[in-house]
């Protein structure tokens, strides 16, 4: 599974842009930064500072300046890289610095211009052409996919419907380290083909660009490109190599405190820059090597980047900085982590056959593929020769498949004259029934149906097997125009002249470091004039560590000075969070009843994959339908469960039996007494109760104001049909 498992580190190179006409229209201080080509320096100069305070030097694997050319970066610092990643390493490639200072500049360039393609054009470049150059028994499987982190959310830039797409979650596999679930990854067959991805995803981004304020600048950009090699191996069988390559586009690194923000858009600026102070504690911890927990959870770029730093994968770090005496602190604070992210280790592997090959996959399905197709052809080549009455054995591998092809052809052809030869003998016969006539033309016709579709079947499977095959690239193979031998030969010295150039940088800096190492000490003066010489010399060397000191401190200066801003900055958005924290208890404690904020707490809990609280589900998703109350059988058609009693005094209407009971909803009635029957009714019978009866003429000292029962809907239950018509009928009965 793993081969070359030495460590290596981060490589860092740094590039400074040229100042722009507004920076030049601001005063002659031109460019705070210098660089030294040769030795891979950086030297910075602080324009508040007084003269004697010396300037700050800093030294990395290779310095871009101002005159820089998009190929020599490419050439020089990431060919290396793209190599390794076809041959089946990880590898990242990521810009780092302040807005403006030519992070897209350096990844992307501009297309249309060869001489200012970036990073990213260059590498589909370099993809492709190394396929039509590889030898013809290697296949490849080129995949790319796209994405962006906004708002710490992850999003496929890819997806068609980008704007309302959900937020993507991160997963992690002991094979492929962390991934993204459910992200669109397109199969590439060509440099053409990778590019339309590049574009469709950028525009995604650039819609987000129009509709949000300054969206470009704050939401990170992954482009990432799986490049599959199968090739046969010493044992005769066929080993993939999976190269995983990440192209990032960072958003800008400025502080928050440079935006100026309060309030809420403080804390949003929090959340923007929670990744990039992320990474920074990232490579920090990594850098330091003492600190046992990488707090690589604390973002979902650091997550994403969890194997580029620290992990299985080969590393570029692009610095960028911009020249102007105005943003110095920025200038520095980048410089600083470029600086610790060189001694990051790294132990990339070459991934060898992983579980998840996808080329695997699709060499399985073409073959199945293949072997269904080359079933189908045998069996009609087998019918034809049958036809002809020829001996089909012994030649049927070594045919190719177009000859296998014009067989089949060839026999359906033959297949249907004869059927048609036979359909004309059946109806020129004239010994034969009419309706036997119309059976054999009928069985005929469905012969020729059979025929058809059995044609259908094998050129679906054939364009099928076609498309498929199409997606893999065979090595060699001339998928682009210019691979003439000459421009091998060029890129082949390119290649050397930038390696050369690399080492000479490095046997410069250790030449250097030896300088002030070893400077000659003799003890044994001949002559005064030699003790002198000795002494001045011995002297100097005094006065360089004494140099070498005073950066040292103004350095130690310089950190404590940062680690107090990033302290403030970060006391000040605790301060914002705690007011808000407790405003939240407020309300909590005075508007929410202890027994619901108890009952959502046990709800409540913490989900460590995406990072957030979650709710459970008040009952689980499997018990939900056996636990579901059913209604109960008085409700149907009601609003509320009724009894028995007040839906029989519903079915009875307004039926004497039942008034007095209703005595919630009765009111007396104020109508004045009518002395003239009254007199008559204590004439005749003194204890007769009136009004039971319910005649007119009897109304009684009550009467019902309105029922409280709301009349049934609809009453679909069949069973409470029945009853209550049970009802109705009983009821009178009863009643009298
Ligand atoms: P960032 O992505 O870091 O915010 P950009 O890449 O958008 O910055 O660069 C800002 C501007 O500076 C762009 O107009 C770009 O063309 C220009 N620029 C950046 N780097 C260079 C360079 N090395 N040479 C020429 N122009 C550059
Ligand atoms: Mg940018």
Redesign the pocket.
Known sequence: MSKNKSSESVKVVV????L?RREESNGPAGSIVKMDIRLGQVILRNPRATASEPQKTFTFDAV?D?N?K?RDLYDESVRPLIDSVLAGFNGTIF?Y????????????G?WMDPE?RGVIPNAFDHIFTHISRAQSDRQYLVRASYLEIYLEEVRDLLDPNHGNARALELRENPDSGVYVSDLTSCVCKSIKEIEEVMNVGNQARAVGATDMNEHS?RSHALFLITVECSQPGPDGRKHIRVGRLNLV?LA?SERQAKTGVQGERLKEAAKINLSLSALGNVISALADGRSSHVPYRDSKLTRLLQDSLGGNAKTVMVA?LGPSPQHYDETLTTLRYANRAKNIQNQPRVNEDPKDALLREFQMEIARLRAQLHHRKWRSKQKKEQVDGEDWEGDGDEETDGEEEKAVEEYVKLEEQRLEREKQDIREDQFMLADEKQRLLGEKERMMGDLRKEQEATEQLTAKYKAMESKLLVGGKNIMDHTNEQQKMLEMKRHEIAEQSSSEREIQQQMLVQDEETVELRETFTSLQQEVEAKTKKLKKYLKLYAKLQCIKAEIQDVNDEHVRSRQELEQTQNELTRELKFKYLIIENFIPPEEKNKIMSRLNFDTEEDQWKFQPLVPAESKSLQMKKRPASAVGYKRPISQYARVAIAMGPHSRYRAENIMFLELDMTPPNTASLDRSTDSEPNQSPSLDGSPTKEGGVRKSRSWCQTPKSITSSSSNVSLAACHTATPMTAQ
Do not use: I, V
Not at 15 to 18: A, D, K, T
Not at 98 to 107: D, H, N, P
């Open positions: 590039r400074c842009r040229p722009n871009y101002a820089s998009q810009a610095g302040q807005t403006g200072t030519g992070k897209t500049y350096t990844m992307m501009a200012k600048s586009d800008g960028t």
